[in-house]
C-alpha cells in the first residue's frame, strides 16, 4: 500500500522568503505525484502533478516541485511567499497502473504561516 | 456554479441519527469519490465508484454506506451517526482521460458535527 509523509506540521516563512515543504512517499511501482492546496473554509485546489518525464514540474501560483526517485520524495519550492500563500498544503500519490483510479493517498498536512 | 457540490455544507446532528450528504457534479467524470478530513490526519478515503454499478471501500469504510445514484450523484450516508464522525467530508471526482488521470477535483466541504 502506498504512504506519504510530510515531516513538518507546522512552517513559517517570512514573507518574501523562499519555501521548500517536503513530501516523502513509499510505493512500490512508478506513482503519480500532487501537491494540493487548502485555504482556510475552502476546498482543495491542485498545485502541480508529476506523471512522467521532466521530474521538476511547474505548477500554477509561482510554485514547482522536484521528483526524486532515489530519495522518494517530490518537494514543494517557491522563490518568494506571499502572505496569500498562508495556507494548508497536502502531498498525494496515486497508483500510475490503472489510471490512478483508486484514489489518492493523501499526507497529513503542513501548515504554511506567513509573517509580515 | 461549482462543477461538484456538496450539501448540505454545515450539519450539526445528535448521536444516532442518520445522516446523508449528497453529492453532484457537472464535469462528467466516471469516478467519484468520498474522503474525510480531521485536523492533523490529512484525508483519508471512505469510499468510491467507478460507476452506478461499481462501489469500492476505501481505507476508512466502516460505519458508512454510499450509494451512486446516477453517473453524476453520489452521497454518503452515516446510517448511526456518532461523535468520533464529526469531521469535514469531501466528495471528489476524476477522469479518465490519460491527461488528467489520477488527478481529483473536489466539492467545498461538508462540515459534520455530532453531538
Known amino acids: 500500500a502506498q504512504s506519504v509523509t510530510q515531516p513538518d506540521i507546522h512552517i513559517t516563512v517570512s514573507e518574501g522568503a523562499s519555501l521548500e515543504l517536503r513530501c516523502n512517499y513509499s510505493?512500490?511501482?512508478?506513482?503519480?505525484l500532487f501537491w494540493y492546496v487548502q485555504s482556510p473554509g475552502q476546498g482543495l485546489q491542485l498545485l502541480l502533478k508529476y506523471f512522467s518525464g521532466d521530474t521538476l514540474v511547474q505548477g500554477i501560483k509561482g510554485f514547482e516541485a522536484e521528483f526524486k526517485r532515489s530519495q522518494s520524495s517530490f518537494n514543494l519550492r517557491k522563490p518568494s511567499v506571499h502572505w496569500s500563500d498562508a495556507a494548508e498544503y497536502f502531498c498525494a500519490v496515486g497508483a500510475l497502473s490503472g489510471g490512478g483510479a483508486d484514489g489518492l493517498t493523501f499526507g497529513k498536512g503542513t501548515h504554511l504561516i506567513i509573517q509580515p | 456554479d461549482a462543477d461538484v457540490t456538496q450539501t448540505p455544507r454545515n450539519r450539526i446532528t445528535k448521536t444516532g441519527k442518520r445522516i446523508m450528504l449528497e453529492c453532484s457534479q457537472t464535469k462528467g467524470h466516471d469516478r467519484m469519490y468520498w474522503y474525510r478530513q480531521d485536523p492533523g490526519l490529512g484525508l483519508r478515503l471512505i469510499y468510491y465508484s467507478f460507476d452506478v454499478k461499481d462501489i469500492n471501500k476505501g481505507e476508512i469504510s466502516d460505519g458508512y454506506s454510499v450509494s451512486r445514484q446516477a453517473q453524476a450523484k453520489f452521497s454518503l450516508s452515516l446510517e448511526s451517526a456518532i461523535p468520533n464522525q464529526t469531521a469535514l467530508y469531501f466528495c471528489?471526482?476524476?477522469?479518465?482521460?490519460?491527461?488528467?488521470?489520477?488527478?481529483?477535483?473536489f466539492g467545498e466541504g461538508s462540515r459534520l458535527t455530532v453531538l
Open positions: 471528489a471526482t476524476s477522469d479518465l482521460g490519460d491527461s488528467r488521470a489520477g488527478e481529483l477535483f
Open positions: 510505493y512500490g511501482a512508478t506513482p503519480y
